[in-house]
């Protein structure tokens, strides 16, 4: 059996190095600068699902709240960046901090009542967001232009900078997430997931393990933050506060399959893709049908497109059994 | 919350989840590079609107000739006997047409004002293939959907310039919008011509241009004209007053003047109330104001805030005998009823003379409410936003017949140095981050029409600026 | 420092709006509450309950409540069948936010379609004003919309409390597959719930006719107050959601006023939180 695991470690792993070198090199083959920002926004929403998959896939409590860390990372990074005159390199690690900071402070809040768990962790999650958009409107409303960052070797552009950056935080984040799904730690989430009290009847330290969980992918979503808000270089608060960072990793992680690593990303290839082929013609009526393609594939991959490859296609014919 | 279900055994070990797994995202991987490759290498399939196509004869000679940007080359064959075949290679067809991209928000919660620059356009691409395109190519658009989310703007910028190859680009709806793009127009030196953007001074890029002349110093010479305004027109002057205004930036700025402004007025500025973008609930705000009773309210806002805060205003039972603001949604104000009468605002056109007089500003008004009504649209007129989309493209067309070229760079170089003639009068481009002096006016809602109401040259014959509102109660 | 008619005055307001908002969270926590769903699709909805009062007001010349007439009905039909379509599918509440988001979507750009992204306001007349007493004013809209909201929650708990069908709610509310075994029929309960989820939204967007100007994308600026309220209130108790909602509007009201408008939301729901943290169950007593 260890033998067995050690190999489809190294499978995944591979797979995943593969994947990413050739994905650092693209844009020294010549690609369109569009296909590398298209590609960015790929990472970013892909981190996005990813870290809200370490939190609310494993643990089971579900988080409204990304677009509270995300527009907080974006901030600290262009206020530090701009006010404080330090370097934009420098501005990624503390806008990661600052978010851990503001999960850190809602965890230690929330995690430790008992009563109403989840519920109570979800409305915080939703305060969160509005509380911490009017701090930056109303402190810096009128949006801040960070400075410009320089381009350097090996670097053949300004924006092949922040596409690398967001790679390397998609691969990590991906890695992070694999490494919690393998692991014991991983494993004591999911367990607090599927029934918490029992989880502590054995033993586990659910706070403990929640605040890990917690504080891991909103640390993501801050970095994510930063690197958005750098590469966007004008950061205005609606922008980066917009629900669609809370909504869409959400969306994307229960479309390729909740709980599982390999979810989210599928998911969030996928949707940002299509959002980006539907951009042209007539918007209205592909939004229509876009809307209509989501209900009929969520109503036919019950489990996310996730469970098309866990079974493949025997089991999609069969319904579902469940009792009433 | 917990996933309880229940399945079919299968036998899934470890090792056939991880493989399937990969397998799965490998193949799913493949398919949508190959999909997206497929999809982005072949011609992209953007909103193409409107392509009048327009065929030309040419003299063949013996030597290239051009013929609408298309390159034919005419070649004489001697062969013995004498007999001189021509063969004339390449085609010569539809000249190409030129595309000018950008985008709308067609849907999200911009769109209220998107589909009014969608029609506005449209009349001014018409217009310019009516009379001849660019340099004898007829003209298109090619415009996306950003969905009122800037995120998608830097992505769709570049997927304009560099994969679909668009030969112009203009400016996006709405500041920060047209704040994202900047940068992308930068980086490839394309002329940037844009309509709805509010702060001047941020406009730094060589080759931004606004069709919107709100002049540098906004902050100041709004706030100045508008009081010149009550003193000239009106005949009087408020002795106090209360700035409400927004967190957008552009609200911001304009708002940031009024209190040095007011006081060389000899007004007095009681209090400066700021609310959020967004907001629905003005019934606070409207029973502070109560309280102050100031006689004049300057509301820096757009869209539906005005008509949201006049609502309150009645409700609270205090409306003041002046109420001014900056970039009203018109058909939300207009339907109040009544209650909308009296509110002053931002207008750089109306459609009454003397706007009218010029003949390109007629064709504007007919064809633009023609088609706002064939739309289904609630508010039908033309006014300042889709008057300024219109001229947005004037000045484009103005460049590029001026200037003779397609080239940005000469197109840039030559608004910065020339006049424009506009649906607004004449625009330049020769001050401080290419503004030119101030050309917005004081406009008020008189009897259910928006009527601009001061300067006299531009002002509607016979109107006058009402001050204090007949509808004034509760001091 | 306001006087203390201002602050009365910030109250009585703030718990009329605060009515509205409960109003609006109706349809969210049953849903939510009862049958495991969050249906984002109701936020659209509401604002084609708007455009119906519109229509009846512009068209028909019309008072908006007659537009009930027609609306409560075919929305009891709509939330009828997307209930039959989640009772077929056995949706679970993580579909349904997929699903219903879709379904967002749909609609939302189907009120685009069919009345371009312009904005609309409706020609209100004696709805839009207020009484007044002294020199404070209550305003009438606002003072029917509570009215309502307090005979709804009236009514709700007569029937938990009085009727079997209630007893059925609470106890499918409480333990789905234990009732069933009691005997009680889910899907005939989940449908009358989803049609009446569907009822309370079609009220509340005639209520967004009557107080805003609106586009269609309109519902989106209340999803954040609406779900606030929702989850505070307790999912699926309809006294918990109005109280909730009547508690965040006096919370805005009075921090515009003590503070100021920019910080009022981030005041009401650092408010809601410290409830919360105090009180973890939510105001639920069903």
């Known amino acids: ?324 | 919350m917990q996933e309880k279900n229940q399945e079919n055994t299968v036998k899934i070990t470890r090792r056939r989840a991880i493989s399937s797994a990969v397998a799965a995202g490998a193949v799913v991987g493949v398919g949508i590079v190959a999909g997206l490759g497929g999809y982005f290498a072949g011609a992209s399939t953007g909103g193409r609107v409107e392509t009048i196509t327009q065929k030309e004869t040419v003299t063949v000679g013996g030597q290239t000739v051009t013929v609408g940007g298309q390159t034919v080359t005419v070649t004489n064959t001697v062969t013995q006997p004498t007999t001189i075949t021509t063969t004339v290679t390449g085609t010569v067809g539809p000249a190409k047409p030129v595309v000018i991209g950008y985008t709308l928000p067609k849907t999200g919660g911009f769109a209220a004002n998107g589909v009014i620059h969608d029609i506005a356009d449209q009349v001014a691409i018409k217009r310019i293939n009516d009379t001849g395109g660019f340099l004898g190519r007829p003209v298109e658009r090619l415009v996306y959907d950003d969905k009122s989310d800037i995120s998608q703007i830097p992505v769709l910028y570049e997927r304009l310039i560099t994969q679909d190859k668009v030969d112009l680009i203009v400016g996006p709806y709405a500041t920060p919008f047209i704040a994202a793009a900047m940068p992308v127009a930068e980086k490839y030196r394309k002329v940037y011509i844009f309509d709805s953007y509010t702060l001047p001074k941020r406009a730094t890029y060589e080759f931004a241009f606004s069709s919107w002349a709100t002049g540098y110093n906004t902050d100041i010479e709004w706030p100045t004209l508008l009081f010149e305004a009550l003193q000239n027109s009106a005949g009087k002057l408020p002795k106090t007053l209360v700035v409400v205004h927004n967190t957008h930036p552009g609200a911001t700025f304009v708002a940031s003047g009024v209190p040095t402004v007011a006081e060389k007025f000899g007004i007095e500025v009681l209090d400066v109330i700021k609310y959020e973008l967004g907001t629905t609930d003005f019934l606070p705000i409207a029973t502070r104001l109560k309280e102050l009773k100031p006689e004049f309210v300057l509301q820096g806002g757009l869209v539906l805030d005005e008509s949201n805060l006049r609502k309150a205003l009645d409700k609270v039972g205090f409306i003041p005998y002046g109420h001014s603001s900056l970039w009203p949604a018109v058909g939300a104000v207009l339907g109040l009823g009544p209650l909308g009468d009296g509110l002053i605002s931002q207008s750089v056109f109306e459609a009454h003379i003397p706007f009218t007089q010029d003949a390109e500003a007629r064709y504007f008004v007919e064809n633009y409410q023609k088609l706002a009504k064939e739309a289904g649209l609630a508010y039908w007129k033309a006014d300042t936003q889709s008057g300024t989309s219109y001229a947005m493209f004037q000045i484009l067309r103005e460049g590029v017949r001026g200037s003779n070229s397609l080239n940005d760079e000469d197109i840039g170089n030559w608004l910065k140095r020339n006049k424009v003639d506009t649906i607004f009068g004449e625009l330049t481009f020769d001050g401080p981050n290419n503004y030119g002096p101030m050309k917005t006016w004081i406009a008020q809602i008189q009897k259910g029409e928006q009527i601009v109401v001061w300067p006299p040259d531009y002002a509607k014959p016979g109107s006058k600026l009402q001050y204090p509102s007949p509808l004034a109660k509760g001091y | 420092m306001p006087s203390t008619t201002a602050i009365i005055q910030s109250l009585l307001t703030g718990t009329l709006v605060g009515g509205f908002y409960g109003l609006f969270a109706l349809g969210l926590t049953l849903s939510w509450g009862v049958l495991d769903i969050i249906n984002m699709s109701y936020f659209p909805f509401a604002v084609l309950s708007a455009y119906i009062a519109y229509a009846t007001m512009t068209i028909l010349g019309f008072d908006p409540f007659i537009s009930l007439i027609f609306s409560i009905p075919s929305f009891f039909i709509i939330g009828l069948l997307m209930q039959i379509f989640f009772n077929r599918f056995k949706i679970d509440i993580f579909r349904s936010l997929i699903i219903t988001f879709a379904l967002f979507i749909v609609v939302e750009n189907t009120l685009s379609y069919i009345w371009t992204a312009d904005v609309r306001r409706a020609p209100v007349g004696f709805l839009g004003g207020s009484l007044f007493i002294d020199s404070m004013y209550i305003p009438i809209g606002e003072l029917i919309a509570f009215f309502i909201g307090i005979i709804i929650v009236l009514g709700n708990n007569i029937i938990l409390k009085r009727t079997k069908l209630g007893l059925a709610l609470r106890a499918v509310a409480e333990n789905r597959e234990a009732s069933a075994m009691w005997g009680v029929n889910y899907s005939r309960i989940a449908l009358i719930v989803g049609g009446l989820s569907m009822c309370y939204v079609a009220l509340a967007g005639m209520f967004i006719a009557i107080f805003y100007p609106f586009t269609p994308s309109q519902g989106s600026v209340f999803i954040g107050r609406i779900f606030a309220v929702t989850i505070f209130g307790g999912l699926g108790s309809v006294t918990g959601a109005f109280i909730a909602g009547i508690i965040l509007g006096v919370a805005e009201s009075l921090a515009a006023i003590l503070f100021a408008p920019s910080w009022s939301p981030l005041v009401a729901f650092l408010l809601l939180l410290i409830i919360l943290v105090v009180k973890p169950t939510g105001l639920t007593w069903r």
């Open chain 1, 1 to 324: 059996m260890e033998m067995k695991v050690v190999k489809h470690t190294l499978y995944t792993v591979i797979s995943i190095v593969v994947a990413a070198l050739i994905l650092l090199i693209l844009p020294y083959l010549g690609i369109s600068a569009f296909i590398i920002s298209f590609l960015l926004s790929v990472y970013i929403w892909v981190t996005l699902a990813v870290s809200w998959n370490i939190l609310s896939g494993y643990t089971g409590y579900f988080s409204f709240g990304h677009t509270a860390f995300f527009g907080s990372g974006a901030f600290a990074s262009a206020v530090t960046d701009f006010y404080f005159d330090i370097p934009y390199f420098i501005t990624i690690p503390i806008a990661g901090a600052v978010t851990t900071g503001m999960a850190a402070g809602l965890g230690i809040v929330t995690f430790r009542l008992r009563r109403l768990r989840g519920q109570l962790f979800a409305l915080t999650t939703v305060v969160l967001t509005s509380v911490s958009s009017i701090v930056v409107i109303n402190n810096w409303g009128d949006g801040i232009v960070m400075h410009s960052v320089k381009a350097f070797w090996p670097f053949i552009s300004i924006p092949h900078i922040f596409y690398t950056l967001a790679l390397i935080l998609c691969i990590a984040s991906i890695s992070i997430s694999i490494a919690l799904y393998r692991s014991r730690l991983g494993l004591n989430l999911f367990a607090i997931r599927d029934d918490e009290e029992a989880a502590e009847a054995i033993g586990i330290n659910s706070f403990k393990h929640k605040m890990i969980a917690f504080c891991i992918s909103s640390m993501l979503v801050g970095f994510a933050g930063a690197v958005f808000g750098g590469w966007l270089k004008y950061v205005w608060p609606e922008t980066v506060f917009s629900l669609n960072y809370s909504l869409f990793p959400i969306l994307m992680t229960i479309l390729g399959g909740m709980g599982t690593w390999i979810g989210p990303i599928l998911g969030g290839v996928i949707l940002t893709t299509i959002f980006q082929i539907v951009a042209g013609g007539e918007a209205i009526l592909n939004n229509i049908i876009l809307g209509s393609l989501l209900v009929v594939v969520m109503i036919f991959l019950p489990r996310g497109i996730f469970n098309l490859a866990l079974t493949g296609y025997r089991r999609v014919r069969t319904p579902l059994r469940h009792p009433p």
